[in-house]
Each structure stands twice: as structure tokens, then as C-alpha cells.
């Protein structure tokens, strides 16, 4: 593309790099970042290096964390014999409205996609086994998205847990197929939790 | 026939294909579209029947169905069945995520849409139904299919999701030596969302026979028919009988073929590579049939299609006839007409339409406009 001044299109170059972010939304916002008052502007790009600098991953969890453990691993009162699997930091806040849950989680960081190079290696399996032998952990619940990859990461890690002999459970009973935690309804996903199935 | 019909009582189309602006209202019968060639006739069978599947009946990308210089091609309609009506609007973007409204709440996924409108379409191009390779005809049978109930939706989409994450894992295993765990679990999906969709076609290609049949006699050629689902890795032409044995088949084939896949890089087992053999009487139907009783046969599996679907859901869909009399010999033609099943019917033509079709309304389509005629 490159058809406009330097700067600018580097913004838009930037921006077109981000997540759901196609080329004409990365234009889109690039010219309402540059008519935003300078102010305004400087508090987003602070906040961003902010938050970067600030943030970093729980080192048992993988959540985000502030500091060397995020809040949920912090919080005595929570139960380490249940661990909750999910893909990302954000399906966290999915369970946690629903109320039903009261042990810790593990964040893989993503799922299993060959399409974008992204294998087991990748996503934080090893930890978790590491966290399942040192932690005294009885169940594991796989709370992955009900989709192809999420699927497949599910039954990877079943594969994985069952043999050493603790209880794993899937939740996907009453959850949409083919679509994410994060836009399951809490009510949904709170039966699912207690509707979940051995695998 | 007591089925309902659910009917496109209005349609209007933004920035769609080469038109800016056009609403119509649409009746009940049939109404014939009536224009010269390239000036939008298709485009509004297009535009209409784009609910129905949330893509186009052309097969083409949605970028192309966005008006040159637009962001955005916008398609509204109002859907009457019996007592109820529902309105459906869709934002088609040329890159990004489409946006889908259904009685005013916004719709993610497709299967949401299901049942909302069902068509069927007949064009100059189904000839290629019966000539050409076998990918058009399990084409055919996946879009019955997933009229006739939302997991089919599911299945055909969860397959060609796990289709493609298997082969780029066969890829890879090229390059960085192959993860047997992870395989073992996209053979099990394979497995599971592949056997779905082949005992789908299976039971679904038992009940097309008969109607194809009836079609073909009507059509005064010899109702001598036959149709096969082939199945290579599951060792050849697979029959209703072997419904509960499709997934054993399916890994079976996994196991055989597996030096092959890895070979290839790709994935050879699964319903992508079956093959649905017609004959008549006795002769391959591809291969060895003459051009007039191809394209009957061609015409028999739309008919046939289209009154299994209103059969097995209770509802006839929207008939969408492109430009099919130009292709037709007029005995043909005339039997088409009388084999029209009821219900809400729109058929384009730049000529005169064949005797024996008597159009409730006639409209012009000309320099992407929509004016009655
Ligand atoms: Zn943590």
C-alpha cells in the first residue's frame, strides 16, 4: 500500500498488525488518532507503555500478574486441588462471572492451530505438568473454546493427564460449538461447569 | 402438498454488485426478472438468495459482491412464512467480519440463520452437476444437507476447519518431523466430523433416488437411474448399510493410508474425497450419456433436491431460476414449466419466457435499476 507520509503510514502499518484490525479500520483509526488532541493522544500511548512495563505473566499461572504472582494464585482461600485450563487470560474473566468456580487456573497462552504453526510446544503445556507434579493437584479441567482448536487442545492434554491418574474433565455440554468462552453467556457456562464431563 | 413456503416479500440491496441503491417488493407466484444480459438480473438472485447461506450462490468471495469504491455491501430483507415475518440485514465487508442482524439482534454465527431462508437455485451451469469433476456434486449434496438441520451446518464447517489444520500438520511433519499425539487427536476429529458429514449424504442420497426418477420420467427420458457413494479409503461404494460402521471405516483408512498422507503432505481420507457415481441406464452418466440426457439429469437433482427438502422440513424454499430456457430445448423447457413445484418463484430472462409460464409480475432490470415493466 504505502501511499501516504512517513509517519502516517507507519501508524497505519502498526495498527494494521493488531488483532481483527484489516487495513481499512487500521486508516480508520489512524486518522482519528491524528486528529485527537495531543494530550489524548500521549495518555494512549502511555498507557500502553504503561501497562507493558507494568504487567507481566504470573509465574505459576500464566494469568497477567502484577508482580511475580497474579491475584488468583495469590488468593489463599482458593482451592489448588481444582485447576482450571483456558486459553487465554481473558476466559479467566468469562469463568469467574459465573461464580461457580473457586480453584486456580492455568493460561496455555493459546491452542493448538498447525495453520499458524502453533504445536504444543508453544503453549504452556510443559508448566502445566510441572505445576500438576509439584502442586497437589486432583483435578484438571479442560475449559478450552468449543472449537476445531480448542477441541484439539482439550484432547491433547487429556491425552496427557489422564495417565497420571488425576480426574480430567471437559466442559463443553450446553456451550455453543465453533464459538469462544468469552462470548458464552454466564448461565451457559456456568451449567457447563457443573454439568462437566470425565474425559 | 401442505408444506409451508417461506417467501422474500422485500429485498433491498446497498453498494451490492452494480447496484447503489434498489428495493423491491416481491409476490407470492412467480415473477420473471426481464433485462438484457449484465446489467444486474443475477446479481438481485444473488443479493436475495445471500440469507439463505450467508455467501453467495455464485461461489465467489464476498469481496466481490462489495460495489466498486463502497466499504460495505448492505442486504435487507423481510422473510414472510405462514403468519410470521422476519427481517434480516447483512453488512458484507470486502475484508473483515460480516455483520449479521436477524428480527434486530445481531447474529455471530451462521447457524443462527438456520431455516430462516432455505433456495433453490437452477442455472445454465448445473450442466456441469452431472459433466464435470466430483467436487460440484458433494457441493450438491453438503448445501442440501445443511438445509435440513443445523448440525449438518456445524459438521460441514467443523470439517473443512479440521481438513485444514490436518493438512498443514502433514506439512509440517515434512519439515520438523512428525508430532504423532497431536495427529492422533486431528485424526479423531477427522473421524468424528467426517462420519457425520458421509452418513449424512448417505441417508440423504437414498431419499433423492425416487424423486430423481420421477423427474427423470417426466422429462421423457429413461427413469432407469443410479446413484453410488464411493468412498476410496473406505474401500469402494459405501450403501445405507454401512451407517454405523462409517467412523471404524474412516479410522481403518487413517491407518492404511498413512504413509501416503505423509508422502503427500495432505489428507487423503475423509468425505473431501468421495465421489458421487451416477448412472444411466447401466451407462456413466459423466462420461457416457448424451448432452440432452445429461442436462435432464442436471435438472432431476435440482427438482429432486428441492422436494426433499420441502418434504423433510415442512417448508418449500424460494425456487431461483437464472437464465435456465436459454440452455433448453423448448420440449424441455415446456416440461420444466409444468414440473415447478409452488410457491414463491423467480426466474430471469433477457428474452421472451416459454409458453405455459404465466408470471404474477414481470419486472426490468436494466442499467442496475429495478423498475416495473
Ligand atoms: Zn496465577
Known amino acids: ?199 | 402438498m401442505t408444506a409451508q413456503a417461506a417467501r422474500v416479500a422485500r429485498l433491498a440491496l446497498t453498494d451490492f454488485r452494480c447496484f447503489t441503491n434498489v428495493e423491491v417488493e416481491l409476490g407470492e407466484g412467480l415473477t420473471v426478472l426481464r433485462g438484457p444480459n449484465g446489467q444486474g438480473k443475477t446479481s438481485l438472485l444473488e443479493g436475495l438468495a445471500w440469507p439463505a447461506r450467508a455467501r453467495s450462490i455464485r461461489g465467489v468471495p464476498d469481496a466481490a459482491l462489495v460495489r466498486a469504491g463502497a466499504d460495505a455491501a448492505v442486504v435487507r430483507c423481510e422473510i414472510r412464512e405462514g403468519t410470521r415475518t422476519q427481517s434480516f440485514a447483512a453488512e458484507i465487508h470486502a475484508t473483515g467480519r460480516n455483520r449479521l442482524q436477524l428480527n434486530g439482534n445481531a447474529i455471530t454465527r451462521h447457524r443462527d440463520l438456520f431455516g430462516v431462508l432455505r433456495v433453490t437455485v437452477f442455472t445454465p451451469d448445473d450442466l456441469e452437476l452431472v459433466k464435470a469433476g466430483p467436487a460440484l456434486r458433494r457441493e450438491y449434496l453438503d448445501e442440501l444437507l445443511e438445509m435440513l438441520a443445523p448440525r449438518y451446518v456445524a459438521a460441514t464447517s467443523d470439517f473443512d476447519r479440521v481438513l485444514r489444520q490436518r493438512n498443514a500438520l502433514l506439512k509440517s511433519a515434512a519439515r520438523e518431523g512428525l508430532d504423532t499425539t497431536t495427529l492422533a487427536v486431528f485424526d479423531e476429529q477427522l473421524v468424528s466430523a467426517g462420519g457425520e458429514v458421509v452418513r449424512g449424504r448417505l441417508q440423504l442420497l437414498t431419499r433423492l433416488v425416487e424423486p430423481a426418477r420421477d423427474a427423470m420420467r417426466a422429462l421423457g427420458e429413461g427413469d432407469d437411474i443410479a446413484f453410488a457413494y464411493v468412498a476410496e479409503w473406505g474401500g469402494g461404494e459405501l450403501v445405507l448399510d454401512d451407517l454405523d460402521s462409517v467412523e471404524d471405516r474412516l479410522r481403518e483408512g487413517l491407518e492404511t493410508l498413512r504413509r501416503r498422507e505423509l508422502e503427500r503432505q495432505m489428507t487423503l481420507v475423509g468425505p473431501h474425497r468421495d465421489e458421487l457415481r451416477m448412472r444411466l441406464s447401466g451407462l456413466e452418466a459423466r462420461t457416457q450419456a448424451s448432452q440432452g440426457e445429461q442436462r435432464s439429469l442436471a435438472l432431476a437433482l435440482r427438482l429432486a433436491g428441492h422436494s426433499v427438502v420441502t418434504e423433510l422440513t415442512d417448508s418449500a424454499p424460494v425456487l431461483l431460476l437464472d437464465d435456465v430456457f436459454s440452455e433448453l430445448d423448448a420440449r424441455r423447457s415446456a416440461v420444466l414449466v409444468g414440473l415447478l413445484p409452488s410457491g414463491q418463484t423467480l426466474l430471469t430472462t433477457a428474452t421472451a419466457v416459454p409458453s405455459g409460464v404465466q408470471p404474477a409480475c414481470e419486472l426490468l432490470v436494466q442499467d442496475a435499476k429495478v423498475g416495473v415493466a
Not at chain 1, 37 to 44: G, I, N, S, V, W
Not at chain 1, 187 to 195: H, I, K, Y
Open chain 1, 1 to 199: 500500500m504505502g501511499v501516504y507520509e512517513g509517519p502516517v503510514q507507519v501508524l497505519i502499518d502498526e495498527l494494521g498488525r493488531l488483532p481483527g484490525v484489516g487495513p481499512k479500520s487500521a486508516q480508520r483509526i489512524a486518522f482519528h488518532l491524528l486528529k485527537l488532541p495531543t494530550e489524548d493522544a500521549r495518555r494512549l500511548a502511555d498507557s500502553i507503555i504503561d501497562a507493558k512495563a507494568r504487567v507481566s505473566w504470573c509465574t505459576r499461572c500464566f494469568n497477567i500478574a502484577e508482580g511475580d504472582l497474579c491475584s488468583y494464585c495469590r488468593d489463599e482461600r482458593r482451592d489448588g486441588a481444582v485447576v482450571c485450563v483456558v486459553e487465554e487470560p481473558r476466559d479467566i474473566v468469562a469463568v469467574e462471572r459465573t461464580a461457580e468456580f473457586r480453584g486456580r487456573y492455568h493460561v496455555l497462552q493459546g491452542a493448538i492451530s498447525p495453520i499458524e504453526g502453533i504445536g504444543p510446544e508453544h503453549l504452556r503445556v510443559r508448566e502445566l505438568l510441572v505445576r500438576i507434579g509439584a502442586e497437589s493437584v486432583e483435578e484438571v479441567i479442560l475449559a478450552t473454546n468449543p472449537n476445531i482448536e480448542g477441541e484439539a487442545t482439550a484432547m491433547y492434554l487429556a491425552n496427557l493427564i489422564k495417565p497420571l491418574g488425576l480426574k480430567v474433565t471437559r466442559i463443553a455440554s450446553g456451550l455453543p460449538v465453533g464459538g469462544d468462552l468469552e462470548y458464552a453467556d454466564e448461565v451457559t457456562l456456568g451449567r457447563a461447569l457443573e454439568g462437566r464431563r470425565e474425559v
